[in-house]
T-cell receptor
């Protein structure tokens, strides 16, 4: 069974600064997909970034980037130039492919003005 | 439609009442998922369809929960004899066929908030 662990229940960052959210996972699969989702108070899960395990290059999407360490089973999210609109819950998620997602427990991020 | 659409957005049910939650996935998406998210928790998998076939229902918490997708498009999650512990946000998601750049990416709707009183 796969597990996803987010060890930071809450994080806070000053506007325009950089913050890193941690995620570790456990799986026996060799190929899989990892995601970060953002969930604002409306509760819609919004895809932030996606990483395929077979790709060594870290994924980037504008101000969002990941540090994917396959051997360590670590998948952290870096948010640069934080904006007030980044305030939300962030969930790390895993799937072996084409199948259900396993989520972590989330990290609540607050961006301070 | 442009995104995954769910209705109703908010539902208050009296304990013991039956409820039905509807999900309209993104056009062309063959896979459809239901998740349950309790307050302060991450979403938990309930069930998964590929077209009209329910391939995995291992996450359904009891036989009071039933899901269907008879024509491989719209899906309904039905909860019979609701209990207070059923209060949660029910998220529907869909994903495209396993080809192309977006494969294995799951897109979520806004959820249906169920409160059982």
């Amino acid at each position: 069974a796969q597990t996803v662990t987010q060890s930071q229940p809450e994080m806070s960052v000053q506007e325009a600064e950089t913050v890193t959210l941690s995620c570790t996972y456990d799986t026996s699969e060799n190929n899989y997909y990892l995601f970060w989702y953002k969930q604002p108070p409306s509760r819609q899960m919004i895809l932030v970034i996606r990483q395929e395990a077979y790709k060594q290059q870290n994924a980037t999407e504008n101000r969002f980037s990941v540090n994917f360490q396959k051997a360590a089973k670590s998948f952290s999210l870096k948010i640069s130039d934080s904006q007030l609109g980044d305030t939300a819950m962030y969930f790390c998620a895993f799937t072996p492919g084409g199948d259900k997602l396993t989520f972590g427990t989330g990290t609540r991020l607050a961006v301070r003005p | 439609g442009a995104g995954v659409s769910q209705s109703p957005r908010y539902k208050v049910a009296k304990r013991g009442q039956d409820v039905a939650l509807r999900c309209d996935p993104i056009s062309g998406h063959v896979s459809l998922f239901w998740y349950q998210q309790a307050l302060g928790q991450g979403p938990e998998f309930l069930t998964y369809f590929q077209n009209e076939a329910q391939l995995d229902k291992s996450g359904l918490p009891s036989d009071r929960f039933f899901a269907e997708r008879p024509e491989g498009s719209v899906s309904t999650l039905k909860i019979q004899r609701t209990q207070q512990e059923d209060s949660a946000v029910y998220l529907c998601a869909s994903s495209p066929p396993p080809t192309g750049k977006a494969q294995n990416t799951i897109y979520f709707g806004e959820g249906s908030w169920l409160t059982v009183v």
